[in-house]
Each structure stands twice: as structure tokens, then as C-alpha cells.
């Protein structure tokens, strides 16, 4: 199965790619991922992409469609993938089409996360981090014993910039603008289906293979 998963931050789709890459055995590719990687084995395009980022500006569509190409390669996405978070614009839509084109592939199906902007919120704007290791807490789902302190070391948790209810309504604003011209390119290919993002995370994932593929158990 090769899947694409749009939807705005906090709608859960990392959570559920992941639990796609452990049941189905096939990777979840996020775009952060992609471009770590590959300025960690400094191919040519890991290389581009580190002197754009290094600069603190956004990687261009031709470097990122590279990385994407590149990763598309890899041995393990042979039974399929999940893109997550990409592509973000028609361009770059159009590109990956080109690509998996080249490739003697297709997309099965592009799968959009609807989740009302206060869930958004609440999930986000709980989220707390261990300055020193980086464990992660949530305030509601999974609070430290002593609030304000990591259970591990004992470090103080903070809160990112990004999971702050003013930035979380930017970007939130930011993915509907991207978002919708992407509907309506994967609607004209009959590949897109919209799922609720609301409830618990088993509750999602098995809406999730249904749309997804009916055949598909898991």
C-alpha cells in the first residue's frame, strides 16, 4: 500500500503511520525524517538540503523531491510507504506523481485527518518536554508524577514555542490554505478520503484501514 497522509499538526497522523509501519510492515516516511537523513549521509541532496537549512530557510521543492526520490528507493518500501506531512503544496504533488511514475508506481490512497482546531489545541499546547533528555509528557494523557519535573531525571519540562495555542492557530491556518488545493488535485484522482481524527488511537486506526483498504486486516 502506498499511502499519503495529510493533516493539520496534532491530528495524529504520526501516531497512526507508526502503528501502520509496526502492524503492516511498511516505513513511515516523514519529511523531517527524510531530510536528517540525508544530511547525515551527506549525499549530494542531503548536502543541498543542509546549506538551505543551515541558513534557517525553507528547503526548495527540486531538493525536496530529490530526497523524497532518493528515499523512495530504499529496499523497505518494496511493500508500500506512508508519506507523512508531504507533500505540502500541487507542486510538489505533481513532482511525486512524476516520480512514482518513474518508478512503475502509484498512489492507493491519500488520506486526510479531520480534526477540529480546539482538539488540535488541547492535544498540543499540553505537550511538555524534558529539557535534558527530551522525554515527552502530556498534561492530560500522560502527566509527570511531580508536575513541572521529568519522572526519569528529574529535569524541568518546558513547553515548545510551536505547541503554544497562538502558534498552533497560525499553523493551523497555514495547513488549510496548503491543504485545500490538494484535496481537490487528489479528489480528481479518486485516491482521496477524509477520516475523523477524533477519539481514542484504536478507534482512528481501524477508520483508518477501512478507508485505506477494505481488504487490509489489521
Same mark, same amino acid.
Given at each position: 500500500m502506498?499511502?499519503?497522509?495529510l493533516?493539520p499538526?496534532?491530528?495524529g ?6 502503528? %501502520? =509501519?509496526q502492524?503492516?510492515?511498511i516505513?513511515? %516516511?516523514?519529511?523531517?525524517d %527524510?531530510?536528517?537523513?540525508a544530511r547525515?549521509s551527506?549525499?549530494?541532496f542531503?548536502?543541498a ?10 528547503v ?6 530529490e530526497?523524497v526520490a ?9 511493500a ?6 508531504f507533500p505540502?503544496t500541487i507542486?510538489?504533488a ?7 511514475a518513474?518508478m ?6 491519500v488520506?486526510?485527518?479531520e ?22 509528557y502530556h498534561?492530560?494523557?500522560n502527566?509527570?508524577?511531580?508536575p513541572?519535573v ?10 515548545r514555542?510551536d505547541?503554544?495555542p ?8 497555514v495547513?488549510?490554505?496548503q491543504?485545500e ?5 487528489y ?5 482521496f478520503?477524509a477520516?475523523?481524527?477524533?477519539? =481514542?488511537?484504536e478507534? %482512528?486506526?481501524q ?11 489489521g
Open positions: 502506498n499511502l499519503i497522509f493533516g499538526p496534532g491530528a497522523k504520526g501516531t497512526q503511520a507508526r502503528l %501502520i =509501519e502492524r503492516m510492515e516505513p513511515q %516516511i516523514a519529511t523531517g %527524510i531530510l536528517r537523513a547525515a551527506k549525499t549530494p542531503g548536502e538540503a543542509d546549506r538551505y537549512m543551515s541558513r534557517g530557510d525553507l526548495p521543492d527540486a531538493v525536496m523531491i530526497a532518493e528515499r523512495l528507493q530504499c529496499p523497505d518500501t518494496a508500500g510507504f506512508v508519506l507523512d506531512g505540502r507542486p510538489q505533481e513532482a511525486l506523481d512524476a516520480v512514482l518513474g512503475g508506481r502509484r498512489l492507493d490512497r488520506i486526510a485527518f480534526v477540529a482546531e480546539d482538539t488540535v489545541i488541547r492535544r498540543m499546547s499540553g505537550r511538555r518536554i524534558c529539557r535534558a533528555s527530551g522525554h515527552i498534561l492530560d494523557s502527566p509527570p508524577v511531580t513541572g521529568c519522572d526519569v531525571d528529574a529535569s524541568p519540562l518546558y513547553q514555542d505547541d503554544r497562538e502558534t498552533i492557530r497560525r499553523r493551523m491556518q495547513y488549510r490554505e491543504s488545493p490538494l484535496v481537490a488535485f479528489q480528481a484522482r479518486g485516491v478520503v477520516i475523523s481524527a477524533e477519539g =481514542e488511537i478507534e %482512528i486506526y477508520a483508518l484501514l477501512a478507508a485505506a483498504a477494505p481488504r487490509v486486516r
